[in-house]
Every structure is written in C-alpha cells, then in structure tokens.
C-alpha cells in the first residue's frame, strides 16, 4: 500500500516488499542454507534458553528477549526458504503468542524473567521485538488475526505509557516500537495510532541531539544506555523514524552527523564501530558485539527504505560481507560476542574490554547469550532487503547479491527479476526481467560509492541513467526477456587508519592478512561446542610501501559452497610485506599498529595473500606500513 495515502507519516523513498517477495539464489542461499543446518535450525534443541521451556511457549523458562530475538530471524529464514521444517518450529511461537493476549490487549508472559532476574510486568522490550516478528509474519502469511491483535495492543500501550513509561532498555529503543506503529498506520489509517508514535517518540532517548551534536569522543569506560554499542546501532535509524513524524530536516541530518562521528571516534575497518560493551575507540584490537553487527545491519535497511540514500547500501553491504561472517564459524555452529579486527588469537584472557574473558572465544553463548539468540536475523533480513518497491511502481536495486525478486510494477503488472551473480567476489551482474507484457516504470540501480565507472547496458546496448542519491534511474518501456549487464569495476583502495595504519579494500570487500587457525575445544557438548582459535603462522607483517596488488581470482568460477572460508576464498590480493620485530603483543591482543615499524634485520621481503575479511577468524586488517 502507498503510504502516501495517509498524510500523517512523511513519504520514505522505497517501500520494502513483503517476506518472501524475494529469494536467495547461488551464494547466498547457501548461507541461509548453512545457518539453516547450524544455529538457527537447531539451536531450540539444544540451548534451553530458547527450548520447549521458554516462556514465549507458555513455560517456565527465559521469559525476556530470548525468544523473541531467536523467532526474529528464524521466521524470515524459514520462509526464504521454503523450509517446512523450520516453519514447524516457528508455528508454536506464534500461536501461543497471540493466544496470550489478555482482555485489556497486552500480551505475552505475565510475569517476564530472564536468565539473571526477575523483570515483573513492568518492561515493553520483549514486546518490542514480538511485533516485529508479528509484521513480518503477516506480510508472509497473510494471517488475518496479526492486524486486530497489534491493534489492541497498541490501544492499550496508549494508556499504559501514562503510568509505565518507556525506561532503561525500551527507552533507548524507542526506534524499534515505532517502526511496529508505522506499519500498522500504514495498513489502517487509525490516527491513534499517531497520537501513541509521538508518546513513544517522547518518552525514547533524544537520540537526534546525540547524533546532531555527538559527545563521545573517547573510549567509554562507565555504563550509560547512551554508548552501549547494541543500543547505538538501534539508535542510529531513530532519528529517520522520527523524521517520518516530524518532517523536521534537523531529524533527518542527525543521521548522516551520527554516521560520521560514529566512525570518526569509534570506526573500524570493517564498517562497523567499536562496543565491547560500550562505545571503544578506533583501536583494532578493541571489540564490536555480534548483536551490534546484526542491529547496524537493520537499521541500514530501514535508513535506506525511509531516506532513499546509497550511501546506507554502501554500509549495509560492507559490513554484511566482512563483519558479519567473520564472527561467525563457517559451520554456522559457533560464534563469538566480540569481534576484533586485528584477531590474533581468540582465548579465554582479559583484554582491554569491559566483556568478560570469554568474549572473542567461539562458542554456543560466550560472555553472554543475547547474541545467541539475536544473531540469526542478518543474513535473511539482508536477503528480504536486496531489492525495494519505488513510490512510483518501479523497482530499486539495493545490493548485487543472487536472488529472484517478485512484485508489481506500473499499476499492478507482475513482474519477475532473476538476478545471476558472484557479487561481490565477482564483477558482473545480469538481471533477467521477466514480464507478461510490455511496461513502462523505473528500475533504480544502486551505484556504489567506491565505484565511479559502473557501466548498465539493456540487451547488449550501454545506457546512461541519471544518478541521485546514490541511485542511477532507469524509465523506459520494458518488455518480456529484457536484460540488464552490470559491470562494476573494482580497484584496490587503501583506507588510512591511525598510527598511520591502513586498511585494504576492494570494492565491498575488506582484506586482510589470514593467520592458520588451530581450534582447540575447550567445551564438549552434544552439539555446538566452545573453542579456543590459536595462531598457527607468523602475523606481525607490514605492508610494503608502494607495493602493487595482484588480483588472484580462483580458476572455477563457481563459488565453493562457503565462500567465507581462508581455503576457499575465491578471490585473493597478492602484495609484498616483511615482518616486524618491534609489533608486540598487549592485553592478549595484538597492539596498535607500531608507527615506526621496524623488520627483523634478516627478514626479506615476502609475497604474503590478502582473503576477504570473513574468511579469516584469525587476522590482521589494519597494517603498519614500511617507508
């Protein structure tokens, strides 16, 4: 539905098609796939958190955000992939779900506990998340029971906030309800519905005057809702989502401030700011939480949908391609909590980080279980995103990644795109467009900031599309059995870090320098165990001034089944480096880049392999650079 129908809400740019509009194809369903045969497939048999015994089932278990995370993204999995067994699973979730709402509209466990305390009925949080699941299921199942339940809810939540304010966790994430109001808004035009967005959107953190007029410029050392890197990657879409309401330009510019001083103060290498637990400077040897990864990954998909920018699909994909899978095992049967770019070994050791000794070990829940239960929503919400509907019936490229998109375009037409690519190990993308008749309407393909020559060709013929907002536009009478060539050039940039470090990228992708891995089990269960990851080859390498980059590309052009592992990565940087004798070790982490690195006397100058960033669980990412 056109939200312009309701002048309550601001236009966004794209509107997201619904669950199940579009399917991973190639790579990319081979992740859905393998976390399908890992985690998010087997983990309610496994981890009691989120087992028969959860409150969200009607037990006497975890009755907080466990669940509701693990069913945020094994719902979307399930249903991208067809997979009868996962929708199984999902089913009793969301049954209980809505037959517990009570009389006066709420829902849910009566009495919420977690692992560690008891909350009461005092916290919306949980609820939070439920309704997000609760959107996503309608739009896949077309249950007509979701529309009524939220709306009865959301009656009695206007009422409830007068006395039970949003606080502590729900008043930093404000963001995430009224994303959940938003959308019924837009199904049913009850303008309550807007009266309760501006109670929440007053009773949630000012995350626009923190962004606007960003004050954290160190190292945080002290707990503060405000620098907790999980609520920070939440926070970021909120001033978008209060842009919606207000229409104020001053929300909408927060932003793109926060973005930039976010990566200023705190960035790293892989797109991602630091948090372990809070906000950690630009040192590569400090954390990013996993639950951070996934949430900075949403809230790029909803930046993109409300402002229309590239730029959110430039940072989307960086950090889905090196972040994300790099934290993870490529069995999808262990993962870690904290993530370091400089990762040079993953042991049970206190680092330089308020997490716990555990932290950047893998396994089922180390440190803490939050990221268990929440990591399974990256890959399918990314999947559910790679494409959007425009506001005037055409279709918007967000990512390059293989799939097939379903939807309508000029007034109602069916249309089908086959999207055939190795993107973004690969080049070359071809869209199939498949269509019953002749159409006119706008396909917008992204154009990625780090690639100033893409080149688009229809049926074998270059075409010149205007570019806006990070976008080329294409409108034009399309017909059955078109097809768009896209050809994106990539050229190895280096990005300057501190100590006059720099970092190595080629198009989206990150490189870095992959250590031997030696997995130690240190924590034997029936399934996902716990592991130490030791070094089994040198690291200390600094690159060579000047050095050229050779570009190796593996021979068969068909991805190994798990690209993002070291002795599968299908493309590889070749460059010169030699090692050092002055890069030590601190904090039972790598330390910072040496200034003035200094080689071994003895040690010549070697040809050493780059792999992309998710490949490596062990690795160095930011380089000193020899003069």
Known sequence: MNNSTYLGLKETAFQSLPLGSIKP??????????????????LDEHWEDVGPNNGWLGGAGDSWERGPYYLDGLLPLAYLLEDKRLIEKVQPWIEWTISSQREDGSFGPAYVKTVNTEVGNHDWWQDFIMLKVLTQYEEVSKDERVIPFMSKYFSYMKGALVDRPLKEWHEARGGDLLLSIHWLYERTGDSELLELASIVQEQTIDWNHIFAKFPYWRKQTEWNHRTHVVNVAMGIKTPAVFYRQTGNEYDKE?????????????GQAHGMFSGDEWLSGTHPSQGVELCAVVEYMFSMENLTRILGDGMFGDILEKVTFNALP???????????????VNQVICNLAKRPWSNGPDANMFGLEPNFGCCTANMHQGWPKFTASLWMATQDDGLAAVSYAPCTVKGFVADGKDIELVVKSNYPFREHVSIDINLKEKATFPIMLRVPDWCPDMKVSVNGERQHGIVENGYARFEREWNPNDRIEIQLPMQVQLEERNNNAISVNRGPLVYVLPIEENWIQVHERERFHDWEVYPASAWRYALTQNAEFDVEVEENMDLHYQPFKANHAPIRLLTKGRLLSNWMMKQNSAAAPPKNPKPYANALEETIQLVPYGCARLRIGEFPVLK
């Open 254 to 266: 927060a932003v793109y401030k926060g973005i930039q001083s976010l990566m200023t103060y705190h």
């Open 25 to 42: 194809a190639g790579w990319l369903k081979n992740q859905l796939e393998i976390q399908a045969n890992g985690f998010t497939g087997h």
């Open 326 to 340: 790099a934290t993870i095992s490529p069995e999808w049967d262990s993962h870690q909590y904290d993530q370091q």
